[in-house]
């Protein structure tokens, strides 16, 4: 039986498939009811090479909740900011599953703007 769990799932394990083969560096993008986090991986060496999340304390100054689009920008930012700083300049969007839509959209602007590219 096939709950919406199993069925995000199932499309972020074929959205992972294609990224693999264009080997750029992903940025995964995971959300709760109360938090979103942000990670860029290197598939070729298994290796996170850096994250962000609305747990930072940065970012937890800034904001009041973390699980809306506001603090979805903000770790967008960051995200950005940290893989620009380590010569990150293309990368492949990693939805994990999750519509296009709300947080994991505006996170997505957020990155766009901060100068990354997907």
């Given at each position: 039986?096939?709950?919406?769990?199993?069925?995000?799932?199932?499309?972020?394990?074929?959205?992972?498939?294609?990224?693999?083969?264009?080997?750029?560096?992903?940025?995964?993008?995971?959300?709760s009811n109360s938090h979103i986090y942000a990670q860029l991986i290197d598939d070729k060496n298994n290796k996170v090479i850096t994250s962000a999340s609305t747990l930072e304390p940065e970012i937890k100054d800034e904001i009041n909740s973390g699980g809306n689009t506001k603090a979805a920008v903000f770790v967008g930012k960051r995200i950005a900011d940290k893989g620009i700083k380590l010569g990150i300049t293309r990368i492949a969007f990693d939805r994990s599953g999750y519509k296009y839509h709300g947080r994991v959209r505006a996170l997505a602007d957020a990155v766009r703007e901060s100068g990354l590219k997907f």
């Amino acid at each position: 039986m096939m709950n919406s769990k199993n069925k995000r799932l199932r499309r972020s394990k074929r959205t992972r498939a294609i990224i693999a083969n264009l080997g750029l560096i992903r940025l995964s993008v995971h959300k709760s009811n109360s938090h979103i986090y942000a990670q860029l991986i290197d598939d070729k060496n298994n290796k996170v090479i850096t994250s962000a999340s609305t747990l930072e304390p940065e970012i937890k100054d800034e904001i009041n909740s973390g699980g809306n689009t506001k603090a979805a920008v903000f770790v967008g930012k960051r995200i950005a900011d940290k893989g620009i700083k380590l010569g990150i300049t293309r990368i492949a969007f990693d939805r994990s599953g999750y519509k296009y839509h709300g947080r994991v959209r505006a996170l997505a602007d957020a990155v766009r703007e901060s100068g990354l590219k997907f």
